[in-house]
């Protein structure tokens, strides 16, 4: 059965730092665009980044650029999103899922889903 599987949410101060990772069990993201969702209370889910694996080319939302990086690990069966100077509004939900060919903005286009992890950000 295909499973994504994030972890590395939790509370930290504004100006933390938390890692997010997403792994894969029942197939290898290779081949794969993985990308990093949220939804706030209250907010619609949108999404945050994704990455190409088969190119590496990476997108993010405006909100987190120069703050969060998206990255693979050499096993291609992990996806990361390092999230720096934390604030606030990046309070949520966060989720990991899989489109089978390319990044998409809409999450229509993502095949699998993980169960999310909390984020909360303390002002």
Same mark, same amino acid.
């Given at each position: ?15 933390? &730092?938390?890692? #997010? ?12 665009? /993985? ?15 994704? /990455?190409? #694996? ?15 990086? /998206?990255? &693979? ?31 998409? /903005? ?15 950000? &303390? &002002?």
């Amino acid at each position: 059965e295909v499973q994504l599987v994030e972890s590395g949410g939790g509370l930290v101060q504004a100006g933390g &730092s938390l890692r #997010l990772s997403c792994a894969a069990s029942g197939f290898t993201f290779d081949g794969y665009a /993985i990308a990093w969702f949220r939804q706030a209370p209250g907010k619609k889910r949108e999404r945050v980044s994704c /990455i190409n #694996l088969s190119d590496g080319y990476t997108q993010y939302q405006d909100s987190v650029k120069a703050r969060f990086t /998206i990255s &693979s690990g050499n096993a291609k069966n992990t996806v990361y999103l390092q999230m720096d100077s934390l604030k606030p509004e990046d309070t949520a939900v966060y989720y990991c899922a899989a489109a089978r060919i390319f990044c998409g /903005i809409s999450e229509r286009e993502y095949d699998y889903w993980g169960q999310g992890t909390q984020v909360t950000v &303390s &002002s």
